[in-house]
């Protein structure tokens, strides 16, 4: 699964370890849903989709 | 699995995926040569001291892997992890456990064929308590040898942000 978490984060000015403190997770779980390592959990999804004041689907699209 | 939790330092030190994977393999690999060294060599002080040297290498290798970052993945509590880190545990043990069920497969079977054939195979306490010490430190490393060969170091952010 792709996303524009990077892009997202970088606009906002956040390091990673910022985004992680303010979602509750590790700076590497962080760097792992960015490049695409690993896709989080639904309430994961949902709680950086309130953050960043989007829907889900702005932030994590399928790759077909 | 053992994880020490440092009160500065809670989240675990961090090392790289090389760095790791050295001390893993010098861990796993200098016990049993120092306990082969000691059976297996002339009972003459200077060997007896070179096989007493090599498991101790292997038991500080094992302490410094003990509080690291990659060994808290597989040792600390899962209520402390989030949960990116208790994906990697899953990993982890889903190749450990194969791993160590072949290791004692394959110790169960040299001991039943050793002990037919007459070759060696642990006759008293101190051989035992090798042995066990052994198995203890095999079962310890193991989720984290084979999460430090299943990550690259983009993976952990080796190569992204620093810390």
């Given at each position: 699964?792709?996303?524009?978490?990077?892009?997202?984060?970088?606009?906002?000015?956040?390091?990673?370890?910022?985004?992680?403190?303010?979602?509750?997770?590790?700076?590497?779980?962080?760097?792992?849903?960015?490049?695409?390592?690993?896709?989080?959990?639904?309430?994961?999804?949902?709680?950086?989709?309130?953050?960043?004041?989007?829907?889900?689907?702005?932030?994590?699209?399928?790759?077909? | 699995?053992?994880?020490?939790?440092?009160?500065?330092?809670?989240?675990?030190?961090?090392?790289?995926?090389?760095?790791?994977?050295?001390?893993?393999?010098?861990?796993l690999?200098?016990?049993p040569?120092?306990?082969?060294?000691?059976?297996?060599?002339?009972?003459?002080?200077?060997?007896?001291?070179?096989?007493?040297?090599?498991?101790?290498?292997?038991?500080?290798?094992?302490?410094?892997?003990?509080?690291?970052?990659?060994?808290?993945?597989?040792?600390?509590?899962?209520?402390?992890?989030?949960?990116?880190?208790?994906?990697?545990?899953?990993?982890?043990m889903a190749t450990a456990y194969p791993l160590l069920s072949g290791l004692l497969v394959l110790g169960i079977m040299y001991l039943g064929i050793a002990s037919n054939l007459?070759w060696?195979h642990p006759?008293?306490?101190?051989?035992?308590?090798?042995v066990f010490?052994g198995a203890f430190?095999t079962c310890?490393?193991l989720p984290?040898a084979a999460?430090?060969?299943?990550?690259?170091?983009?993976?952990?952010?080796?190569?992204?942000?620093?810390?």
């Amino acid at each position: 699964m792709n996303n524009r978490l990077r892009v997202l984060r970088a606009e906002r000015g956040w390091s990673q370890a910022e985004l992680g403190g303010q979602l509750g997770v590790s700076r590497q779980a962080v760097n792992a849903i960015e490049t695409g390592k690993y896709d989080p959990s639904l309430p994961l999804a949902f709680k950086l989709a309130r953050l960043f004041g989007l829907a889900i689907e702005d932030i994590f699209h399928d790759d077909q | 699995m053992i994880f020490y939790r440092s009160l500065n330092n809670p989240a675990g030190t961090r090392r790289s995926l090389r760095a790791i994977r050295r001390l893993v393999i010098a861990a796993l690999v200098a016990y049993p040569l120092g306990c082969l060294v000691r059976l297996v060599g002339p009972d003459t002080l200077p060997v007896q001291l070179i096989g007493l040297g090599l498991i101790v290498t292997s038991l500080v290798c094992a302490a410094l892997l003990a509080g690291t970052q990659l060994n808290r993945v597989t040792a600390e509590q899962a209520t402390m992890l989030d949960e990116y880190d208790r994906s990697l545990r899953h990993r982890a043990m889903a190749t450990a456990y194969p791993l160590l069920s072949g290791l004692l497969v394959l110790g169960i079977m040299y001991l039943g064929i050793a002990s037919n054939l007459d070759w060696w195979h642990p006759g008293n306490w101190d051989q035992w308590n090798a042995v066990f010490w052994g198995a203890f430190l095999t079962c310890s490393l193991l989720p984290t040898a084979a999460l430090a060969w299943q990550l690259d170091p983009a993976e952990v952010g080796d190569e992204g942000e620093p810390a």
